[in-house]
């Protein structure tokens, strides 16, 4: 963490940015880094029996215990996916983490791989602004000052958490667009708009609000990260699949 964040200091800006990355034909992940254990998905299942349970409280009696029934009445409203039964569940949110986990793992190895000479100015910018209502919102949330909750997160002040947490964004969002360009795959505003609707429909959001309305309301910063962060990375895990090598 330290080493990510005295190479994003070094690092300049400049109006487009500039990165250099080293060769990632073969991203090598250890299994380890990404399979997920039984404890951890009863975990989830247990969370979701007191999640549910809480929002029901004043309509239904407690479940007291999860069942294919429990699973297939609630399952659509908390996981965003029909599922029916207990081990259909259970094969579900290990994939998912599983999923999640690979792509935690690439993210890192191409970070470490990769080396900023010079950020965007105006993303970098952009970023900070979000880091800084970021750790704001969290103090507030804690009752602590700024400086205080950094410290406590292993920082050494609230600015030093904000210059990371804003190159940390940005790196990763030049890492993302190196390798699509580098792969020559083009991710369209028409098809991060499909991939948004998608979103809406997931949460309940197409109901009453369009995308044009929502990509107002949510605001440039927001859909900046949603661009990166979730429609073009889906782009670039899907171009990387065929170079990756799960290590045994």
Partial sequence: MLLIFMMAAAASASESGELNIQDYSTISIEAADIEVSDETVMSYLDQMLADINEMTEDSAE???????????????????????????????????????????????????????????????????????????????????????????????????????????????????????????ITATEEDRDAALEEYLERLGYDTYMTVDEFRETAGETWLFLFTEFQYKSGLMYDALESHIEIVR
Wanted: charged share 25%; glycine share 4%; aromatic share 12%.
């Fill in 62 to 184: 407690p479940a007291e215990e999860i069942s294919d029934q429990f699973i297939a009445d609630h399952s659509l409203i908390y996981f965003g996916v029909q599922l029916d039964t207990v081990e259909e569940a259970k094969e579900y949110i290990k994939d998912t983490l599983e999923k999640n986990n690979l792509k935690d793992a690439v993210i890192t190895q191409l970070n470490e791989m990769s080396e900023v000479i010079s950020y965007p100015e105006d993303i970098y910018s952009m970023m900070k602004d979000y880091a800084a209502d970021e750790i704001a919102y969290y103090a507030f949330q804690n009752d602590v000052d700024e400086d205080a909750l950094a410290i406590l997160s292993g920082y050494g002040s609230a600015e030093e958490y904000i210059e990371f947490q804003a190159g940390n964004y940005v790196k990763t969002s030049m890492i993302i667009n190196r390798v699509l360009s580098d792969l020559n």
